[in-house]
């Protein structure tokens, strides 16, 4: 029964710690051949512009500190071999659920934007802040980040 506990209470924190951003669809401008053609030389045209996020890496740290605390739980179950099944069970599923949080815990948001050139050039551009830019402005590319002529 306090396995069970135990169990419903780890799927209850994965479950919301691992939900689904609220993005809206990303919105595309194609550059007609004469916008291109206007472009000046190293400018860009953003094509479209959204953000990811992504998990963080797990260090390790999660995965011990789940285990042990799963392991503990599990230990509080059943008797004899069921015992030790129980904290081998738990450990495992611990070691798991405290990697998950970790990188939960470590996740970024990074901003994604496709550009073209004046030849038609598709490039894709990783930008960790938030550019202020959208779907048709006209960009340089400067030291890894996307600016205004």
């Known amino acids: 029964m306090k396995l069970l506990i135990a169990t419903a209470a780890l799927a209850a ?6 939900r689904a951003e609220d993005n809206p669809a990303p919105v595309l401008s194609v550059p007609t051949q004469a916008q291109r053609s206007a ?3 190293g400018c860009l045209w953003v094509q479209e512009i959204h953000s990811e996020t992504r998990k963080g ?9 789940g285990a042990v605390i799963g ?16 904290t081998v069970g738990g450990a495992a599923a611990g070691g798991y659920a405290g990697n998950e949080v970790e ?17 038609g050039q598709m490039h894709r551009v990783e930008l960790g802040a938030d ?16 600016v205004r002529p």
Do not use: F, I, Y
């Open 13 to 18: 924190t994965l479950s919301t710690s691992v």
């Open 39 to 41: 472009l000046c030389d």
């Open 57 to 65: 890496k797990g260090s390790g740290l999660g995965v011990v500190g």
């Open 71 to 86: 392991g503990l739980l599990g230990n509080q179950v059943g008797g004899g071999t069921g015992k030790k099944l129980a």
């Open 103 to 119: 990188k939960n815990a470590k996740k970024s948001t990074v901003w994604v934007a496709q550009v073209v050139d004046r030849h």
């Open 131 to 146: 550019p202020m830019l959208r779907a048709g402005d006209t960009v340089r590319e400067r030291d890894g980040q996307l």
